[in-house]
């Protein structure tokens, strides 16, 4: 490594060397182990999803690579380099985007982002061109002048991924980018990452939000209690665990006893959910006739394609929002 | 506890710009990287549209030292000053009273303003995911708190010379004092302000600010009181600031002063070193 550079965004160690590599990382709070003995690796370029539901440890993991959370166990290299002892120059080349906003209340849209940047050591003409450049790119430009707390949640939500790119980041860390956004919002957002990522930004994302994982990642891993339990792209994570289609069917309260016994020879396999009884097949609509078949009364049926909300299911018999 | 605070190597501070302080040199990286000025520039920003705040801090002083002037200054007309010399009692609370508001100044700052960036709007940890160390915020919000300490002392060094109250050449010096008095509170502010969990608990920062301006003999001279208590006076980081700009007013110095120069330096380097260690303990968990 140089280390004598004094541009901590030049004295970069190769960047065919994996952008994030953990063996066997553990986080612990006191007696609490929030993440146990996790292995990923994250290349250049791709869009990396952590999925799992509140508690599973993605955001203690995502904390550790953000070089803001000292490991408690394990290895864990980012940019090539170790946390403990480079978290400084591996925070100059990493965007981050918490999970609650933590904008600057007491400044403008505009100041927010010349600041930021002033944090990273840019020059004050740097940060004034990389505001107007990044408020664009957010759409935020007619509220330069405005203070955050007037923002909307979705504005907040893009200017806090602006502010991020402040120091055109090699790696780009969103904790739960869209929860609380309209759908919207959620879409505008996702836009924003696809252009990101277009442009060679590596992406790594925290989510409890299966669809949000499928559109975005190129590759996951399911977390569930501190560990991965499943490593994958979406595809192949869905063909591995799960069946190409689910039939879902509802039926009115309290009807629904007995009916996933019989229905079990339809599909490969048969989950009962409170409300709904699914069914793993290759073909949803010849299972919905043989269902009929058999004289069962769904008050209603879906057939859809099957999510990485099946496979998550699978893996740990439950769902992801509980 | 973060080993954030502990871990160096010899390329650790690379992150720094090329500028390096000897700061820079002596501290590891993840604690410190040479930009709290930044955050000065952030204060400078907010305050921009709050400037009127400035003109209460230097009035607030300024009404005491009036209310001094006319009205105490007639009841008690003469006490003994630093030197044993005899002076009028404004003369005498003037300087005492410069000590006291970069006191409540720096207090307030270090206190009030930065509970809510800590506890509420996350400021501190969206800094933290930037280069910046705990110890660059620790010092540039202190740093903050001093330059606005010194500007209401050079106000308030004003007035006391247009009263005829600062009597030496030495009472430039009053504006260095107030800084270091400024820089010491702030840095023992902080630390406190990382402890407080709501704000009713704002109550115990008045508890100890109040009685120690009624008694770090800012009104009376140290010799009235008993003298077991005269030990315990002086244990008041406030009573040194007081000493300083009363002996520089009139001109009068000795050995001393140097004593409650370090006394405060001291609790300066203290109070940043403790600041930068809680901020990285509760943020960089």
């Given at each position: 490594m140089s280390g004598e550079t004094a541009d901590p965004r030049t004295a970069a160690p190769t960047v065919t060397a994996p952008m994030v590599e953990a063996k066997a990382l553990v986080k612990r709070f006191g007696d609490v182990e929030a993440v146990r003995g996790v292995d990923v690796q994250v290349r250049t370029g791709e869009a990396f999803g952590f999925l799992g539901p509140n508690g599973a440890g993605k955001s203690s993991t995502m904390r550790m690579i953000a070089s803001t959370s000292p490991r408690s166990d394990g290895d864990l290299r980012v940019l090539g380099m170790d946390p403990d002892l480079d978290g400084p120059r591996i925070r100059a080349r990493l965007g981050s985007v918490p999970q609650q906003d933590t904008l600057d209340t007491e400044l403008t849209v505009r100041q927010n982002l010349q600041i930021y940047g002033r944090y990273f050591g840019l020059s004050r003409a740097e940060v004034r061109r990389k505001a107007t450049e990044l408020m664009e790119f957010a759409q935020l430009s007619d509220r330069a002048d405005d203070l955050v707390d007037a923002l909307s949640g979705g504005m907040k939500r893009r200017l806090t991924i602006a502010r991020s790119l402040v120091n055109d980041p090699d790696v780009l860390l969103l904790d739960e980018p869209t929860t609380g956004l309209d759908p919207q919002a959620r879409h505008m957002l996702w836009d924003r990452l696809f252009r990101l990522k277009a442009g060679g930004v590596t992406l790594i994302i925290t989510s409890h939000y299966m669809d949000e994982v499928e559109q975005l990642c190129d590759r996951l891993v399911v977390m569930d209690d501190g560990r991965i339990v499943a490593e994958g792209s979406p595809s192949e994570l869905i063909a591995r665990y799960s069946t190409r289609e689910v039939l879902e069917l509802r039926f009115p309260p309290g009807e629904q006893g007995g009916v996933a016994d019989r229905v079990a020879e339809f599909g490969e396999r048969v989950e009962e959910l409170p409300d709904r009884v699914l069914v793993y097949t290759g073909d949803g609509e010849r299972a919905l006739e043989q269902v009929h078949g058999r004289d069962v009364r769904p008050v209603s049926s879906l057939v859809r394609r099957s999510t990485l909300e099946d496979v998550f299911l699978r893996l740990t018999g439950r769902t992801l929002v509980d | 506890m973060a080993p954030t605070t502990s871990a160096t190597?010899?390329?650790?501070?690379?992150?720094?710009?090329?500028?390096?302080?000897?700061?820079?040199?002596?501290?590891?990286?993840?604690?410190?990287?040479?930009?709290?000025?930044?955050?000065?520039?952030?204060?400078?920003?907010?305050?921009?549209?709050?400037?009127?705040?400035?003109?209460?801090?230097?009035?607030?002083?300024?009404?005491?030292?009036?209310?001094?002037?006319?009205?105490?200054?007639?009841?008690?007309?003469?006490?003994?000053?630093?030197?044993?010399?005899?002076?009028?009692?404004?003369?005498?609370?003037?300087?005492?009273?410069?000590?006291?508001?970069?006191?409540?100044?720096?207090?307030?700052?270090?206190?009030?303003?930065?509970?809510?960036?800590?506890?509420?709007?996350?400021?501190?940890?969206?800094?933290?995911a930037t280069p910046l160390g705990p110890l660059d915020i620790a010092l540039g919000e202190i740093g903050w708190a001093v330059l606005r300490g010194g500007l209401y002392a050079v106000a308030f060094l004003g007035v006391m010379a247009g009263f005829g109250l600062a009597t030496s050449p030495w009472a430039l010096l009053l504006v260095p004092v107030a800084l270091l008095v400024s820089f010491a509170f702030a840095a023992i502010g902080m630390v406190c302000a990382t402890f407080l969990k709501s704000p009713a608990q704002f109550d115990f920062v008045q508890l100890a600010v109040m009685p120690m301006f009624l008694l770090s003999t800012t009104f009376y001279p140290l010799s009235v009181y008993p003298e077991p208590l005269q030990y315990a006076v002086q244990c008041l980081p406030l009573y040194h600031g007081v000493e300083l700009t009363r002996g520089l007013a009139v001109g009068v110095l000795d050995v001393s002063m140097l004593g409650h120069v370090a006394y405060l330096l001291v609790l300066a380097a203290v109070g940043a070193y403790f600041t930068a260690k809680r901020l990285a303990g509760l943020l960089l968990r």
């Open positions: - | 190597t010899p390329d650790a501070t690379a992150a720094a710009p090329a500028r390096r302080g000897l700061l820079l040199r002596m501290l590891p990286a993840p604690l410190y990287t040479g930009r709290a000025r930044a955050l000065l520039e952030r204060s400078a920003m907010v305050y921009s549209r709050a400037w009127l705040v400035f003109v209460s801090g230097v009035v607030e002083p300024l009404l005491y030292l009036l209310a001094f002037q006319v009205g105490f200054g007639k009841l008690v007309e003469e006490v003994t000053g630093p030197g044993g010399e005899p002076m009028s009692y404004v003369a005498f609370v003037a300087p005492a009273l410069l000590a006291a508001s970069a006191m409540n100044g720096a207090v307030f700052d270090s206190t009030f303003n930065v509970f809510f960036k800590f506890r509420y709007n996350k400021t501190y940890d969206a800094m933290l």
